[in-house]
C-alpha cells in the first residue's frame, strides 16, 4: 500500500498542475486574452495620446498665439479690425 501512495500522490500533484495550465487565472487561454486586450489597450493609448498632443498644441496656440485668436474671430464671428472694411467676394 504504500507504494502505491507515492505515484498515485505524484499523479494527483500533475494532474493539479495540468488543470492550472488550461483552466483558471493564469492558464494560456486566460494569457492570450489578456495579451489580446493588452495590445487592443495599447492601440486606444496611442490614439488618446495623439489627440492630447493635437489638443495641447491647439491649446498652446490660442493661449500664446494671438493670430490664430484673430483668425477665429475673423472665420467664425465675422469680426474686423477698427478702421478695417470687410468686402466680400462671392463666385
Known amino acids: 500500500m504504500g507504494s502505491r501512495v507515492v505515484p498515485a500522490l505524484l499523479i494527483a500533484l500533475l ?3 495540468h488543470a492550472q495550465l ?9 494569457v492570450n486574452e489578456m495579451q489580446r486586450r493588452l ?3 495599447t492601440v486606444r493609448n ?3 495620446h495623439a489627440d492630447n498632443e493635437r489638443l495641447a498644441a491647439e491649446v498652446k496656440d ?14 467664425e464671428l465675422g469680426m474686423v ?5 470687410f468686402v466680400q467676394i462671392t463666385p
Do not use: D, F, H, Y
Not at 488550461?22 to 486566460?30: A, K, Q, T, V
Not at 490660442?62 to 472665420?75: C, D, I, S
Open 22 to 30: 488550461w483552466i483558471g487565472r493564469g492558464s494560456l487561454p486566460s
Open 81 to 85: 479690425k477698427p478702421n478695417e472694411i
Open 15 to 17: 494532474v493539479i498542475v
Open 46 to 48: 496611442t490614439q488618446a
Open 62 to 75: 490660442l493661449r500664446e498665439g494671438l493670430e490664430m485668436v484673430e483668425e477665429k474671430a475673423r472665420q
Open 39 to 41: 495590445s487592443e489597450q
